[in-house]
Each structure stands twice: as C-alpha cells, then as structure tokens.
C-alpha cells in the first residue's frame, strides 16, 4: 500500500511505523474505556470528540517522536542507502524506539490502574525517584513477564514490517531532495504547531473527566507536566489587586485573639489564649497516614471492617467528621499540616527549592522549648522530605542509603538501622517498625526531660501492599484492603505498646491522612475523594467530642493549639474551627486546579485564567454547574493568590 504513496519508498518504514503508533494509541483509548465502563459518557458526540481529540494528539506526539528519523533521512547520503551502517542505524533505533514506545503504553496502562489519569506531574516525580520507582514495579507486577512480554511485541512488530517487505523498500529505494525536504519540513512544522499553540490543557474539553483523560496522549502529557511542574499564579491564573486579595483574607483570618502586623502584604499576627486557662505542654506523636481515605472507615459506611480500631477510636477521642485533604500526594499533606496553607499551584512547596526557614508549626513547638523529630521508614531524599523538613527546624530519621542534606541544612540526620527492622519493601519498612523506632526515641526524650513532637510518616498503605506475614487475616500483597487492615493494626498495636510507658499520660497522640487513596472521578474535581478522617487521641479534657464542622488540613494545628491554650506566632492560613464566628470551607486541588468548597458550593479555578462554579450533590456525588458568585470568586482568588505571593516573596518566614 506504501506504493501508492507519492512521496519515495525510502519512507516506507515511517509511514509504517507512524501508523503501529496511532494504531496502539487508538486501541489504548478503547482499553481505558472499557476499564471507566462505568463513568465515562458514551453520549456520541462526546465518543466521537474523545477519538478526533485524541487522534489530534497523537498526531502531535509522533511529529517530536520521528523527527530524528526524518533529519537522519534528511541528511543520509542516497549513495549509502542500504549500506550495512544505514541498516544497523536504522533497525537498531526503529526497534529501540518502538521497544520503548510499547514499555510506555503498558506503562500507561499501570499508571492508570493508580490514578486513573494519563502521565501527569506524578510521573515526571517517579522518574527522578527510581530506586523507590523500579522497587515499587519489581514488587507489584511480574516484571520479567513484562519486559518478554515488550520484547515479544517489539519483534513481532519488526517481523511484520520484514514480511510485509518494508525494510527492503526503505534499503533500496532512494530519496529525492524534494520528497526528503517535504517530509522534514512538514514534520518540523506540526511539531513546532503543536509546541507553539496547543497546550495539553485543551485536551480537557470534556465535562466527564475521563472522556477528558482519555482523550490525551499518554507521553504528550508527560512532557507537559515536565515543563509545568512549577507555575507562577498571575500567570496561569484570574487574579485580582494583591492589595485588594490581602484584604479579604485579612479579614476572613481576623478575630478576637488576634492581632496583625501593620505590613498590609501579610498574614503574620499574633495568636491569643482568651480562656485564662493553663496552657498545657504534653508531648506529641502526630501520624501522618499514608493514602486513609474516610471511605475505609466503618464510621463513614464501609461495611468490610478493616479499621476496628480506628472506628473505635472514633468514639474516644476528638474525631473530625468532615475534613478533607488539600491534595493527592504526600507531600501536598505534609505542606498542609506544617505550614498551614492552601495548595498553590504546580508543583508542593516540600519539592521546591529555597522552602528552608519557613514559619512551620516546628517554630510553634520549639518557641514552647520542644524537641521536633521526623520519621520516614524510607529514604527520605524521596520527594524531598529530609531537605525540607531537615530545613525546617526537624531532626531527621530516616532509612537513608547514602543521600546526603544540602550544607546549608542545619539539622542532625539518623540512620534506622538494620537491626530495627523486621520489613521491609519498595517504599520502607512496615508501620509496625517505624512505629517501634519513634518509641525508643520518644524513651530518649523522655529521660532527658525534654518535651518531643515526634512527626511519622507511614508507608505501608501503598502499592505493592506489602506487610509482616500473619499481621492479619488478609494475605500480604493481595491489595488495599488488606493494606488498610494492616494500617489499622499497626495503630492498634502501637497504642499497646506506648500505654505502658512513663511518657504515654502526658502525651497527645494525632492521627490524620495525607490524602485519600484515590482522587479520580468523572467531574473536574471529585470532592468526596479529598474526606480522610482526623483523630485528637489522649486528651481527656475534651474525650468523645465529635467535630461536624466542615474544615480544611490547614485548619487542623491551629485548632490543637487553641485545645493546648497557647500564645503563638502564626504565619498561617489556618484557623482553630471551633470558634464560634469559624466559617466552614475546604481547600483542595490537584497541581494545577484550585478549589474553595463551602458546604456544597464549589469554586474551581483552572489554569488558562478560567473558573467554574458548581453545586456539590453529596448523594450522587456529581457537580452541577450554577451561576458564577463574583463575591465567591473574589475570595477564591485571594485565598490561593496571597498563599502564592508569600512563598514567592519569601514572606513565609
């Protein structure tokens, strides 16, 4: 068929392998819409624009792809065609390229098994990340099958192009310099098109997300969000005065015990007790769970009771009923629980460099004379936890293999030894181990009568959910559930442990997630996926008290400091919910859509300056769009612009 093609036959195997890659692409997009059966829109203009918008950008996927090839045919001497150095070139990279290209599309095909998007910021992380990355994959999939699995694809692929005599059209046909100029510059062109004036946003066309999702390309996407890890908010995003932005929030902050700073280009104030009380300084162990979505509790109408404990819990201590997370990612709730702000866009202020000697809730602890500690049960150079915390007043411990802080981190780094681990797998050790390490430091603390806010972050509640065998009745490596489970027997049997020690009376123990286990929906924001549940353990003046405010992460240190009665400096956009004049709302997002809920009413602004305004359906859970409050507006935009402009102002000191 190549034949009939006007331009030379040296080409054969471009065209060839242009059409295998729309091909996979095409066959892609219809795996994932039988995988969303359920929540894609089969309406069949959205069908049709979900192919025509997918095929538009495969198109421009492949221009970047080829264009090496076309510049090698280019620039090839005709008297070489066919010589044995233009075959060894040209099989070796055609079967490169294509080996990758179909690692990739069953990568893809595990990516959205995690998250239910195409490659986005996320992926962009994991390949810096590979040690943790490669360990992850080893441990949840049957790799060797895998990799025969693409070598058995690619050869079949270059078997075909044998048969069908393409390789012989391209070694014994010569190009013209007209047809070789054509091919060049028609690639170069749509590929600078393509670089110029379409942005992977405009795939998102669709009201259903998924349509959306699956109507990009998989390694457009990636690329993308390699190039926008990082987004500037008056840039991307509708804006107002910052005058006028720092007064609104000012005054949504302000209270009674309160009292700013005269600089109007801040949020830094001073926090007052009103109660006459006796602060209290009782130690702090604060867990932060890995991926404990509210939808796995009992208490929220999980009928598969894999967290006892933690529904028990539930019912003896302060439980937040209505909180959700700022984010999708670890380190989105890490920045929320520290510094008490709003998730600005692109990428978490734990990745980004210069996030050192911030005014984090570690500055609240040590003005009160505390020791602040860390505890990762991996290596914490992932995502950039040791530099940020280790920048941020902690001492770190962490199972580190050889990464070293930056010089200009001050703090003391520890080792968890071999010795004090029973499991371990692709991301650290289990729960039960790192729960073990942060008792013996806390025993440390303790003898030297210095009061510890000890910080752990745990692991196991991640693919490939593995865990010590006979923990529970769930085999290890089966799935979430039975990673949840474990999760929640690790508290459990933690909590035994510590109830025998000297430090456990004075002692507050905060049990909060960092996000859910999964964010996807078919709406542009699947709110009911950011409600992870928040627990106040071992405070006996205000056991059973079940908080039904609606509130944000961020919301969460300023109200334990107000339970504590402490006098403090805040920097942060967070406030104590239980004061009377508290007005209920989240934040959320993902790395590039910021949201504002208050009860049922949603405020999405997304880059490309646009904002949507919706009603949340909490039955259906679906989004029904309403018309535009430009007061609701106005405060949206504040919230997120004054975060933005303190980070890049450096005024987050």
């Known amino acids: 068929m190549f034949n009939r093609i006007k331009i030379a036959s040296r080409y054969s195997l471009l065209f060839a392998f242009i059409s295998w890659f729309i091909t996979f692409s095409f066959l892609l997009r219809i795996i994932f819409i039988i995988w969303q059966y359920d929540e894609v829109s089969f309406n069949l203009f959205t069908i049709i624009g979900t192919f025509i918008t997918g095929f538009f950008y495969d198109i421009g996927t492949i221009s970047f792809i080829i264009i090496p090839s076309v510049i090698y045919y280019f620039a090839f001497p005709n008297r070489w065609i066919g010589s044995w150095i233009d075959k060894i070139l040209v099989l070796f990279f055609t079967s490169l390229t294509i080996f990758i290209l179909v690692f990739t599309f069953f990568a ?78 028609t690639t170069i062109l749509i590929a600078l098109f393509f670089s110029i004036f379409v942005t992977n946003n405009k795939a ?176 914490g150079y992932f995502d950039n936890m040791n530099a940020y915390f280790g920048g941020n007043g902690f001492t770190i411990y962490d199972r580190g293999r050889g990464s070293v802080l930056s010089d200009k981190i001050k703090t003391v780094r520890n080792n968890i030894n071999d010795d004090e681990v029973t499991f371990e797998n692709a991301w650290g050790i289990c729960d039960a181990d790192i729960y073990s390490k942060m008792i013996k430091v806390a025993d440390e603390h303790y003898k030297s009568n210095k009061p510890f806010f000890n910080f752990v972050m745990t692991t196991s509640n991640h693919r490939p959910y593995t865990y010590p065998d006979n923990a529970i009745d769930i085999p290890s490596g089966t799935g979430r559930e039975g990673a949840v489970k474990y999760t929640d027997y690790a508290l459990k049997n933690m909590f035994e442990k510590v109830k025998s020690k000297p430090w456990f009376k004075n002692t507050v123990f905060i049990i909060i997630a960092d996000h859910c286990a999964s964010s996807a929906g078919k709406d542009e924001i699947d709110v009911a996926n950011y409600h992870i549940p928040a627990f106040i353990v071992n405070l006996p003046e205000y056991q059973n008290q079940k908080i039904k405010k609606q509130c944000s992460q961020i919301d969460f240190f300023p109200t334990f400091f107000s339970l504590l009665h402490w006098n403090y400096e805040s920097n942060f956009f967070g406030k104590d919910i239980l004061k009377s004049d508290f007005e209920e709302r989240a934040f959320v997002g993902t790395y590039r859509k910021l949201v504002l809920m208050k009860n049922d009413r949603v405020m999405i602004l997304s880059d490309q300056k646009r904002q949507n305004f919706y009603k949340w359906n909490k039955d259906d859970n679906s989004l029904k769009s309403i018309p535009m409050d430009k007061s609701f507006l106005n405060e949206t935009i504040s919230w997120y612009q004054t975060a933005d402009y303190l980070f890049t102002h450096k005024l987050l000191k």
């Open 204 to 379: 998102e066309w669709s009201s259903n997300r998924y349509n959306a999702e699956i109507s990009k390309s998989g390694i457009y996407s990636f690329f993308a969000a390699f190039r926008n890890n990082q987004m500037v908010y008056n840039e991307f995003y509708t804006s107002v005065k910052d005058d006028q932005a720092f007064q609104i929030i000012r005054n949504k902050l302000n209270d009674k015990n309160s009292k700013y700073q005269s600089n109007k280009f801040s949020i830094h104030r001073t926090i007052s007790d009103t109660t006459n009380s006796i602060p209290s300084k009782k130690n702090v162990v604060f867990i932060l769970v890995e991926s404990l979505s509210g939808s796995f509790m009992k208490e929220f109408g999980n009928k598969e009771n894999i967290t006892p404990f933690l529904d028990s819990l539930a019912q003896k201590s302060v439980f937040f009923e209505n909180l959700y997370a700022t984010g999708t990612r670890t380190v989105r709730g890490m920045e929320a629980m520290t510094l008490c702000i709003p998730p600005t866009p692109g990428q978490s202020i734990v990745k980004r460099p210069e996030n050192q000697n911030l005014y984090t809730i570690s500055n609240v602890f040590k003005s009160k004379g505390y020791n602040s500690n860390f505890f990762y049960g991996g290596d």
């Open 108 to 185: 893809e095909i595990t990516f959205w098994d995690e998250f239910k998007t195409r490659f986005n910021f996320i992926a962009v992380d994991y390949l810096i990340y590979t040690h943790e990355v490669v360990a992850n994959i080893q441990q949840s999939y049957p790799l060797p099958i895998l990799v025969a699995g693409v070598l058995s694809i690619t050869g079949l692929i270059i078997y075909t192009y044998y048969k069908l005599n393409i390789f012989k059209e391209t070694f014994t046909t010569k190009a013209s310099l007209k047809d070789r100029t054509i091919v060049l510059a």
